[in-house]
């Protein structure tokens, strides 16, 4: 088990070494395990990398991302371009059912709606307009409708099969629940990475409408 001291030296140095981050503008906090991130970055993309990097160090339970988004002179843009290459994004996406997506945009604030089939599909959308120059906020209010193609049992034993070939460690600690398209995921995982994925596999079922969280993380 790492102290936080330790804790807070790993996430600075996999701040420092990503590149996509400009880890001089932020400072870094860690309280029992859980890292909390603050100062500013010059877009959402770099607040999501940054997020990401702490996530990856080892020992880290949770991030609570303070950070704040201030463009920098010369990448904001009149909402109206910004509106034109949220759905030029969206649009270019082949995985993503496009005309089914809404998004407004306010200052610099895009806000995502509509209704998709799974909740893969609304975190593509959320993955493709992130990057895009000019986003101060992302908010994703996208439904899932999901196409009713399987029982909850048959849901149940595709996740634990997901998960069986996606994991490195045995699933036995890993207990999945589902009801009416929604799954239930509780137990113990070693990292973020291996709850990740484990997430990750329960979102991608077919059937699967909301994935409840509530793995705890064991070093």
Do not use: C, F
Request: negative net charge; aromatic residues 2%.
């Amino acid at each position: 088990m790492q102290t936080d001291s330790h804790l807070r030296m790993g996430v600075l140095a996999e701040l420092g070494w990503d590149a996509r981050v400009r880890e001089t503008d932020l400072a870094v906090e860690v309280r029992a395990g859980i890292v909390v991130l603050t100062g500013t970055v010059g877009s959402w993309a770099e607040r999501v990398m940054a997020q990401q990097a702490a996530h990856r160090v080892a020992g880290v339970l949770d991030v609570v991302n303070e950070v704040e988004v201030r463009l920098p002179s010369g990448s904001a843009r009149d909402d109206t371009d910004l509106a034109h290459a949220v759905r030029h994004a969206l649009r270019w996406d082949a995985l993503l059912p496009d005309t089914r997506i809404e998004s407004t945009v306010a200052h610099g604030t895009v806000t995502l709606a509509g209704d998709v089939d799974y909740p893969s599909q609304s975190e593509d959308a959320e993955r493709a307009v992130r990057n895009l120059t000019g986003v101060r906020l992302l908010v994703n209010k996208i439904r899932i409708q999901p196409i009713d193609l399987a029982s909850s049992e048959d849901v149940k034993v595709a996740i634990e099969a997901a998960l069986s070939r996606r994991m490195a460690r045995e699933v036995a600690h890993i207990k999945v629940e589902v009801r009416d398209g929604r799954v239930a995921l509780s137990g113990a995982v070693t990292s973020w990475a291996e709850r990740r994925a484990a997430v990750g596999a329960a979102t991608a079922a077919p059937g699967v409408h909301s994935v409840d969280d509530h793995l705890r993380i064991e070093p």
